[in-house]
């Protein structure tokens, strides 16, 4: 298994403090300071901040990454569930469920354009788990908690049509964030492997991501004017999807302390 060097010791509360100084920053970088996605101003206003009212960005698990004080071990930990539940479960469990989900053409075509996306130059998950093994880490089987957060997207993304888009809206917006504070908290430890990675090289390009948001909410946009949808629908979704992910990784975050 891959060693690495822990950064010198500091007090827990400047620690803490650093992190959520480091995820704020990361959160105005990947989200708040993006042009606006939607024409609409209450859903660019959703997606903008809407994660910072659920008091996501800070939690245990993300707070651990950024202090930038995890043990190899670890690391393998958070990175196997992450797999599974992810990348793994999401693009083979998640969005072909999705697909099947609703016969709206609006929704089928967003799906399918995501699946080429998590297809393309080829399998994203596939590329995640070869990052895994670079490490010196093995993905082992999908445990529990990555079981259950496959199945909660599952359901989030099989719901009412405007819930899933904006269930949809709100994984793609999280996972923007998401990625990014995995890749500091990888970076500080494995900067050699990360700097040459494809898969990070991919996620990290702020442009691809700004696209998937701004598909999202046209999609969105076009829904509601046709009166298909509804804009509590939208918000509702959003907000159980920032919700299960919270969870998922606070899961993650409490085997880790057990």
Partial sequence: MTTMEKPPADAPHTLSGNARSAANQLYRERIV????????????????????????????????LLEG???????????RPYYWGSSQGFNKKVLPAALKAHSNENWRGYIKSIIREENTPSCHS?????????????????????????????AGYSATLGFALGYALGVETEADFQI????????????????????????????????????????????????????????????AAVLDTRDFVCDIHAELTH
């Fill in 33 to 64: 300071s993006r042009d606006d996605p939607s024409s609409l101003p209450w859903l660019s206003q959703l997606l903008k901040h809407g994660m910072l009212e659920l008091d996501h960005i800070d939690n245990p698990m993300y707070l651990t």
């Fill in 69 to 79: 004080n995890m043990s190899s071990s670890a690391f393998e930990s958070f990175l």
């Fill in 180 to 239: 990014a504070v995995i890749h500091s908290a990888l970076l500080k430890q494995f900067p050699n492997v990360i700097a040459r990675d494809e898969f990070f090289t991919i996620h990290m390009d702020e442009s691809g991501e700004e696209a998937h948001a701004k598909a999202t909410c046209e999609s969105i946009e076009a829904l509601i004017a046709d009166g298909t949808i509804e804009a509590s629908q939208v918000r509702d979704g959003f907000n």
């Fill in 126 to 154: 596939t590329m995640f788990s070869n990052f895994v093994q670079s490490l010196g880490y093995e993905v082992g089987d999908r445990p529990d908690t990555a079981q259950r957060f496959v199945d909660k997207l599952i």
